[in-house]
């Protein structure tokens, strides 16, 4: 497990913005930063601030990734012709993780990887428990008979905090997905605003 699990909530802090939309969030009630200077007056942000929060914010939202591994899939979207900023994207809603995340598999971020990492998801029709293992197109990924009767998977399908975006087509009575296109930023259901161009002129710079 992540050592960041138990502090899920303090990102949404620090950012000041509720990352998943999700209910429980700090952020809904008290919109200022954590800690004892957190209310204070915000001065004004450089360009290089503002791109380090949009890094801080997008590597956040996946919940798992360390700086290597999110800077490793900047890497590989750079070396990629095409707009860097919506290959990055596609690279990150590729990940294993991500795409069980967005079938409400399970109802957080930070669950997805758990869930995986614990053997409980095939692709194409083989155990993978590699929670950055990514997805091609045309791949179905499917959660194992077993463990469609986990309460964490009942859970997350019956919630109406989120829907599956419209790039996975459901199937198996919701119980797997096949990934049919690589996502745009545009059809990414991010809760907040992503800001891709400013993690690649972080990096660039």
């Known amino acids: 497990m992540s050592k960041r699990h138990s502090a899920k909530y303090k990102i949404d802090r620090a950012m000041g913005e509720n990352l998943w939309g999700r209910s429980k969030s700090p952020v809904n009630k008290r919109q200022y930063g954590p800690g004892q200077h957190g209310q204070r007056r915000k001065s004004k942000v450089s360009d290089f601030g503002l791109q380090l929060k949009a890094k801080q914010?997008?590597?956040?939202?996946?919940?798992?990734?360390?700086?290597?591994?999110?800077?490793?899939?900047?890497?590989?979207?750079?070396?990629?012709?095409?707009?860097?900023?919506e290959l990055l994207i596609g690279l990150l809603e590729q990940r294993l993780d991500a795409i069980v995340y967005r079938a409400k598999f399970v109802p957080t971020v930070w669950a997805a990887r758990q869930f995986v990492n614990h053997g409980h998801v095939t692709v194409n029709g083989k155990k993978v428990n590699i929670a950055s293992y990514r997805v091609k197109l045309g791949?179905?990924?499917?959660?194992?008979?077993?463990?469609?009767?986990?309460?964490?998977?009942?859970?997350?399908m019956q919630s109406v905090e989120r829907d599956i975006p419209d790039y996975l087509e459901i199937g198996d009575r919701g119980f797997s997905v096949r990934m049919i296109r690589v996502p745009e930023l545009a059809e990414v259901p991010y809760a907040v605003k992503m800001e891709p161009n400013l993690v690649v002129e972080y990096y660039a710079s």
């Open 57 to 85: 914010k997008l590597k956040g939202y996946y919940g798992n990734l360390t700086e290597k591994q999110f800077r490793r899939t900047y890497d590989e979207a750079a070396r990629r012709k095409g707009n860097t900023s």
């Open 139 to 156: 791949d179905v990924v499917e959660v194992k008979e077993k463990s469609r009767s986990m309460a964490l998977v009942l859970e997350a």
